[in-house]
C-alpha cells in the first residue's frame, strides 16, 4: 500500500524557517516526480513546488520562488525549506508524486494527508 508521509509543520512568526520532509513507502518511486503543495481555508489547492525523478530540475511557484527550496532526499523522500515566511504562507501542505512533474494537482497519483503551517504576524 503506497503511503506518503509529511512531517515538519507547525506554528512559526513570520521571516521565521520550517523545513517540511515528505517520506513515500508502499512503492518505487525512483521515476516519479515529487511535490508539494497547500491549501488554505476556503480556497483550493494550489501548486507549490516540484522536482523531477532524478533531483535535477525543480519548479516553484512564483508566490514562493526564491523564499522555498524543494529537494529529493534519495529516491522516495523529499523536503521543502521553507524561509521567510509568511502569514499567507499559511495552509495545509501536501506531499504529492506522480509521472508528469507539472502544476496540476490532478496529475498526481499519490498524496499524502497534509501537515499543517501556520505562519503568524
Known amino acids: 500500500q503506497v503511503q506518503l508521509v509529511e512531517s515538519g509543520g507547525g506554528l512559526v512568526q513570520a521571516g521565521g524557517s520550517l523545513r517540511l520532509s515528505c517520506a513515500a513507502s508502499g512503492g518505487t518511486f525512483s521515476k516519479y516526480a515529487m511535490g508539494w503543495f497547500r491549501q488554505a481555508p476556503g480556497k483550493e489547492r494550489e501548486f507549490v513546488a516540484v522536482?523531477?525523478?532524478?533531483?535535477?530540475?525543480t519548479y516553484r511557484a512564483d508566490s514562493v520562488n526564491a523564499r522555498f527550496t524543494i529537494s529529493r532526499d534519495g529516491a522516495s523522500a523529499v523536503v521543502l525549506q521553507m524561509n521567510s515566511l509568511k502569514p499567507e504562507d499559511t495552509g495545509v501542505y501536501y506531499c504529492?508524486?506522480?509521472?508528469?512533474?507539472?502544476?496540476?494537482?490532478?496529475?498526481?497519483?499519490?498524496w499524502g494527508q497534509g501537515t499543517q503551517v501556520t505562519v503568524s504576524s
Open positions: 522536482t523531477n525523478w532524478s533531483g535535477g530540475s
Open positions: 504529492a508524486a506522480g509521472r508528469n512533474g507539472v502544476r496540476d494537482p490532478l496529475e498526481y497519483d499519490y
